[in-house]
């Protein structure tokens, strides 16, 4: 055995081996696995509260042809979305998808930049021409904080990683 027990950088930083262990753990499966749950629990129950009230006047004949006071499920206007001019709000379905899928397998990135386009898509239904003959409900509102709720978290857990990651660069860089 030749270990040289004068020389400190012989010995394991035992800092060194928590940081890579948290490094390698960022996030937790468990918080992993409470944010998908808990964003498709509120995404869920979206599609089953009433999401927008269609007014006198909307639809594609005349004003006075269209519904009055029709309330739309949000499974109802999650169907419909695909149709012009929600297309670009319905988006959003697509980038929560992808984050969610992205944020389990640890690529948060690519979660976080999901998240950003999920919400920022989503916020464009307010601007739509058709918010005149439709009022927003409390199904469009959970949506919209199941979306939120998504990207914080995303949001948050990689900046958790972008810091450990830092600190653990640095601590290499010390050691040299």
Same mark, same amino acid.
């Given at each position: 055995?030749?270990e040289?027990?004068t020389?400190?950088d012989?010995?394991?930083d035992?800092n060194q081996?928590? +940081?890579?262990?948290?490094?390698q753990?960022?996030?937790?499966?468990?918080?992993r696995?409470f944010?998908v +749950?808990?964003?498709?629990?509120?995404?869920?129950?979206s599609?089953?509260?009433?999401?927008?009230v269609l007014l006198?006047?909307?639809?594609?004949?005349?004003?006075?042809d269209?519904?009055?006071?029709?309330?739309m499920?949000?499974?109802?206007?999650?169907?419909?979305g695909?149709v012009?001019?929600?297309?670009v709000?319905?988006?959003?379905?697509?980038a929560?998808?992808?984050?969610?899928i992205?944020?389990?397998?640890?690529?948060?990135?690519?979660?976080?930049?999901?998240g950003?386009?999920?919400?920022?898509?989503?916020?464009?239904?307010i601007?739509l021409?058709?918010t005149?003959?439709?009022?927003?409900?409390e199904?469009?509102?959970v949506?919209?904080?199941s979306?939120?709720v998504?990207?914080?978290?995303?949001?948050?857990?990689?900046?958790?990683?972008s810091?450990?990651?830092?600190?653990?660069?640095l601590e290499d860089?010390?050691r040299?």
């Amino acid at each position: 055995m030749s270990e040289n027990l004068t020389d400190p950088d012989s010995y394991p930083d035992p800092n060194q081996e928590e +940081l890579e262990y948290e490094l390698q753990s960022i996030p937790p499966t468990k918080e992993r696995v409470f944010v998908v +749950l808990l964003v498709a629990a509120l995404y869920i129950s979206s599609c089953f509260m009433t999401a927008l009230v269609l007014l006198k006047g909307f639809g594609w004949g005349k004003a006075d042809d269209g519904p009055r006071n029709n309330p739309m499920l949000g499974g109802t206007a999650l169907i419909l979305g695909c149709v012009p001019p929600f297309t670009v709000p319905w988006s959003a379905n697509i980038a929560l998808l992808i984050g969610m899928i992205t944020y389990e397998r640890k690529y948060l990135r690519t979660a976080e930049v999901c998240g950003y386009v999920a919400l920022g898509t989503s916020l464009l239904t307010i601007l739509l021409p058709v918010t005149g003959t439709a009022k927003l409900r409390e199904g469009y509102f959970v949506w919209q904080m199941s979306i939120i709720v998504f990207a914080y978290s995303a949001w948050s857990a990689r900046s958790r990683y972008s810091k450990l990651r830092s600190s653990l660069a640095l601590e290499d860089i010390n050691r040299i």
